[in-house]
């Protein structure tokens, strides 16, 4: 299994295309994105996201956040734990929060879950993204699972 | 890549069942929907609704409101625009809302993404369902990607 | 089309937590859930759930409800009905309701969407969970498509 980690963040008119804007700001704006929950084979390979074909069916977990209230500060967050038998993710959004504390919110969660499995991480990766609303913004963060089937070329 | 645009709409005994009844009148009663994103490929081709296999599993954009107010006018847009490099879609929906302002919105927001993406659209289609509720109605618009794998016979 | 039905209930740390506890304790937690709506193709065939691969993409319908209010009693349900031609699942979940009214409800929901269909009802399949909460705690109730690719070995 091979996944690529991503987060982007932009404004725009409106709630849909600050959203659009953001995911095509972290490189996954011209796929469908299928959103799973958030396990991992083991030894998961992580990649550069690769570019993808335009439409393609995408699996990811998704961390997303959008506000259309000017000074909010919007966070999403994704904590990826790797083991040798599985890996877990966690994926959580604050509106207004300290984006450390979220971090340390998602690693004690993460490490939780394998801890509960009994499997040890190898690896253990944040991925954020923050953002200060201006007018409308959207924040994401998402592990992207990786397949030929996707991949441009 | 090819799919078809379809809408419905009807009652039910509980919102569940009359999202479930407006999905059949629609023609996708019968298979797993799974809801994806909004991206399409370059060049798409629309087709009829061909018959689906009962319990396949259906890549779909989906746009859906449900009300158990009685005279509640609802109404869910999808718009789609067709471009050589890719094409998006947008889905909206309202209560009490006029349906030529959401279909308004719906179109300036597939516009500003294939703006963005610096696309041409060579083809805009909207689909709409509006019904006013009598006790419990639901109505659906909806962009069903098609393969063969899916498609009965 | 071979189907699995689970169920399963935790508590835990966090929401997340007890969520993904309740997912293990139905044994789907090491996989991807990807939701579906719930149609069956006819004559489904009903399993153990095997040994699912770590990461698996897993097709299911999901009941689940999660509470952080101390007693609290939560329910999911899952109604399956299999008919020759196709069949129907109806998820639904409560917080303080009596589990059999819960249940009737799921019953009544499901046999109106096949009677809908004008499919005959061969089997009706009830799986529950349901919890009184100490701290934090999730119920589950699960439908899981199998097929060759999600099992281990």
Redesign the interface.
């Known amino acids: 299994?091979k996944i690529a980690i991503v987060s982007g963040s932009d404004e725009?008119?409106?709630k849909?295309?600050a959203f659009?804007?953001a995911?095509?700001d972290a490189g996954i704006?011209?796929?469908?994105?299928?959103?799973?929950?958030?396990?991992?084979?083991?030894n998961?390979e992580i990649n550069e996201l690769p570019k993808l074909?335009?439409?393609?069916?995408v699996?990811c977990v998704l961390s997303e956040i959008t506000s259309d209230v000017s000074g909010d500060e919007i966070t999403a967050v994704i904590a990826v734990a790797i083991g040798e038998?599985?890996?877990c993710v966690?994926e959580?959004t604050g509106k207004n929060k300290d984006a450390d504390d979220l971090i340390e919110?998602a690693k004690m969660?993460v490490e939780?879950?394998m801890e509960?499995?009994g499997v040890e991480i190898k690896e253990l990766i944040v991925e954020y993204s923050t953002a200060t609303v201006s007018k409308i913004a959207s924040v994401v963060a998402s592990v992207v699972?990786l397949n030929d089937d996707i991949i441009e070329g």
């Open positions: 299994m725009g008119p409106t849909l295309n659009d804007n995911l095509s704006g011209d796929v469908n994105l299928i959103k799973v929950s958030s396990m991992l084979a083991g998961v074909k335009a439409g393609a069916m699996n038998e599985l890996g966690v959580t919110e969660m939780y879950m509960k499995r699972y």
